[in-house]
Structures are given as C-alpha cells and as structure tokens.
C-alpha cells in the first residue's frame, strides 16, 4: 500500500507531557514513527514524500485565527521569558468569558488547548504540516486512482477541533482530507474512527454537516480520555442530524463486541451512500496499549484490515493513536495488509 509520509513529522520533539499529575516524557514519540516505518518497509511499501500543500486546507476545516496561533505559539512564549514548553495552565471555564481572546500568550494557551497533557514545542507547528500533507498526499492519490492509500501521519489529529489542539492533535487530518475529497467532487465522505479515544475534534468539525458521516467506536467517555464527547446520544445537529455515529464501548470490551459495532458503523456507512472513507487508524485498541483498555492482539488487526476492505470504498488511512511501541509497527502493517490481502480477492 502507497504510504505517504513527511519527514517534518520528525520536527516536533516534545519532551514534556502531564500524566496522572506528573510530567513524564510524551507517549507520542518520535520513536512511534521509526518502528512503522521499519515494519512499512519490511512489508514492502512504497513510502513516497507528499507535496508541501501550504495553509489553504487548513484554513477549510479550522479558524484562522487558532491556525495564526500554532504559527507563531513557540516564539511568543519564548519571546515572553518562559521557560520549558508551553503548557497551559488557565482556561475559559463556565465561570468565565469565553468570547474574548487574551493579548498574553498564557492566556491564549488555555483559549486554544482543550487539555493540558499537550505541550507546543520547537518544531511542533513544523510536524503539524508535514502531517497535514501526508493526509493530502494519501487522500489525493486514493482520489485519483481508487487504490488504497496510507498516510503516517504524525502528530494524529483527530482530537483537534474547529479551534482547539490537545489529546497530541494540533490540525485534524481527518478533516482537511474529507473536506479535500469533498472539494474534488465527492458528495458524501465517511470518515471511521477506531482510535481508542474518541474523535472529538472530528465529530465537531463536522457535527452540523450532512457530507461527512462521521463514526466513532471507543472507550466510555464517562471513564476516559476526552470524556466531556463521545456519548451515544449524539447524532448530529440541524442538516448534520443522524450523520454522527458513537459507538462507546467498556473498558476490556472484548473483540466480538468490538466487531459488532464495527458491523453497525458498516451498515450505516452503507446506507448513507458514501463514495470514500477515510479510517483514523488508532491502533491503540491493542491489549498492551499503556493509556488505553481493549483487547486486540496483534492478529486481530489483520481481520480488521479484512472486514473493512470488504466495505468495497476508495480507502485512505491515516494514523492516530497507538502507545505500545514495541508493537506498534507489526499492528499497523496488519492492518494495512489485511485491507490488501482482502482487496485483492476481490
């Protein structure tokens, strides 16, 4: 499978996150990427380098002003004397106003960040393109040729909305290649989450738009990561009613059950008549995932590859989430091979 992949990916080098009230060195890694790659090539893929695709896509799926923000984040906290990475530590809450941005950065950080595990680094707007044009660069050629296509994206995207970076998301992937497909022609794109987490900032990007059916399967908000998005009862609102699909799911679902939302997402898919899907592939619904609690062995991906090549769609994936490391590049390229191995018998 053509994969697509930026070496400014490699920008960002974070070395700070906060997990269970400490600061420990980031699970998102560079390290993450060098095993995909290693197994991508070992499984012998084409990894070509996408086109630098500039800002205008961004700007269709995020507010300019948070885009003008990631920009120049890094220097306007180093310009105003602060040591270490830039973390916020004050937000727009109930009790507050919300409408007015702040001058100082500090104040901007708690406006434009939905968490506070995601630091801005040096290089980290850098990594953010770079992974925005794998996604164009993946999505483009599955666009062009029906082939399937695979973006290593990294940072992930998919918790990053309309105008807000955390859960190590800084520019929705998932969103600027949907709204690309869209802008070539597609009238409806359907873009499946599997990430463990749920895809908040997808869902909000798109949560009044009937174009993008969007489905999530992943862990109870009530007990995890993002928590405040995610519910069952959430389907959309105005023309964009019944096109938002969550699937929340225990701690420890098993497989099978899995699966059966799975089959649900599909039908749903299916019946909405969607000419692509787009899969935020977050392969930490692995078993040895260290912030994540399902149950996939390394095998199971490679079913998974199978049962959504048997949707029959122009597929683009582009990678999330995924924290065991050691794993990680064996269960990518399952599922990727799996997609293949079942396309083929076709």
Request: proline share 4%; with cysteine.
């Amino acid at each position: 499978m053509l994969t697509f992949f930026s070496e400014d990916s490699r920008l960002r080098q974070a070395r700070t996150e906060l997990h269970d009230g400490a600061l420990v060195s980031p699970f998102e890694c560079p390290e993450r990427i060098d095993l995909i790659l290693k197994h991508i090539q070992q499984a012998g893929f084409e990894v070509r380098a996408p086109h630098a695709y500039g800002l205008e896509p961004v700007r269709a799926v995020h507010d300019a002003g948070y885009v003008s923000f990631l920009e120049t984040c890094w220097q306007a906290w180093q310009a105003a004397g602060h040591q270490g990475e830039a973390i916020p530590n004050i937000w727009p809450a109930r009790s507050m106003r919300g409408d007015h941005i702040p001058r100082s950065i500090s104040g901007q950080l708690g406006y434009y960040a939905l968490a506070a595990e995601t630091s801005i680094s040096e290089g980290t707007f850098s990594a953010a393109m770079g992974s925005k044009d794998a996604a164009l660069g993946a999505v483009l050629h599955t666009l062009e040729t029906s082939e399937p296509s695979f973006a290593l994206c990294r940072p992930p995207g998919h918790h990053a909305a309309f105008d807000q970076f955390g859960g190590y998301c800084f520019f929705n992937n998932a969103a600027v290649a949907a709204q690309q497909a869209l802008d070539a022609g597609k009238r409806r794109v359907a873009v499946l989450d599997v990430d463990f987490h749920h895809g908040n900032g997808t869902q909000q990007i798109f949560y009044a738009r009937s174009d993008v059916l969007f489905a999530s399967l992943h862990g109870d908000p009530d007990v995890t990561f993002p928590y405040y998005l995610g519910y069952a009862d959430e389907t959309g609102e105005g023309e964009g009613e019944g096109f938002t699909l969550n699937y929340p799911m225990a701690l420890g679902t098993s497989v099978a059950s899995w699966i059966r939302a799975l089959e649900q997402a599909l039908a749903a898919i299916k019946t909405h008549r969607c000419e692509l899907l787009i899969v935020s592939l977050g392969v930490d619904i692995f078993e040895g995932d260290p912030i994540s609690a399902f149950t996939f062995k390394s095998d199971d991906f490679t079913a998974l590859g199978k049962r959504l090549a048997q949707a029959g769609l122009p597929t683009t994936f582009l990678m999330e989430g995924g924290y065991a490391v050691n794993e990680i590049g064996i269960n990518v390229v399952n599922g990727l091979q799996g997609f293949e191995q079942e396309s083929s018998q076709e």
